[in-house]
């Protein structure tokens, strides 16, 4: 055997699938993002002009828009002080060295909003195995869906700790977690409810 095959045969005996999936929700999970009645204010606080505008050429253009979660402009750090939470980070802290562990971003977050979470979660040195956007009208359904096919091409993830925010998420989280340890194809389910 030379050299070379010798090396790729250590690399493949070092590489371990994960056992473990931690998965961590964007907003109010994570990381502390401003709300739309916070945010609107400190927006027309720092730009002089309503949000999204920075300008006055740019209110009368941008006067019909009323979102918030899918604007770009809700995620500028150079507008918003945005922390990190400090429970999720230390949970963060705890596994992110840990070849076992699939660290995975889930967020309600449309995917046009990609580089603005990835600025964020860059600009604190966190790294994600897998970064996922929201591709559905309805967050939760997403989320599951996202879940399940980790978990589908996955098979030795036998442990799952989820961080949330969402009253009306955690349920159906909870559910399904338990679900699946019933069914012996976890063999831990850990619900982190975020307030």
């Known amino acids: 055997m030379n050299i070379k095959d010798n090396f790729r045969r250590m690399l493949l005996e070092t590489v ?4 473990k999936l931690y998965v961590f929700d964007f907003d109010l999970t994570l990381v502390d993002t401003p709300l739309p009645e916070y945010g609107r204010l400190t927006w027309q606080e720092k730009h002089g002009f309503p949000f999204p505008s920075k300008s006055a050429e740019e209110v009368e253009q941008n006067r019909k828009i009323t979102g918030w979660w899918g604007r770009k402009e809700s995620l500028d750090i150079d507008t918003f002080d945005i922390p990190l939470i400090g429970e999720v980070k230390v949970a963060y802290d705890s596994v992110k060295n840990n070849p076992d562990v699939m ?3 889930l967020t309600g977050r449309r995917g046009k909003l ?7 979660l860059d600009s604190y040195g966190l790294d994600f195995d897998m970064y996922l956007y929201n591709n559905k009208s309805d967050t ?3 989320k599951i869906d996202y879940l399940n096919d980790i978990l589908s091409s996955n098979p030795n993830i036998v442990d799952v700790v989820l961080h949330d925010d969402r009253d009306e998420h955690i349920g159906t989280f909870q559910a399904w977690g338990d679900g699946l340890v ?3 194809r976890l063999e831990n389910f850990t619900m ?3 307030k």
């Open 140 to 142: 939760l359904s997403a």
């Open 103 to 105: 660290k995975v971003m």
């Open 192 to 194: 982190n409810h975020i």
């Open 16 to 19: 371990s699938e994960p056992t």
């Open 114 to 120: 990609a580089n603005e979470v990835r600025n964020i």
């Open 182 to 184: 019933t069914n012996a």
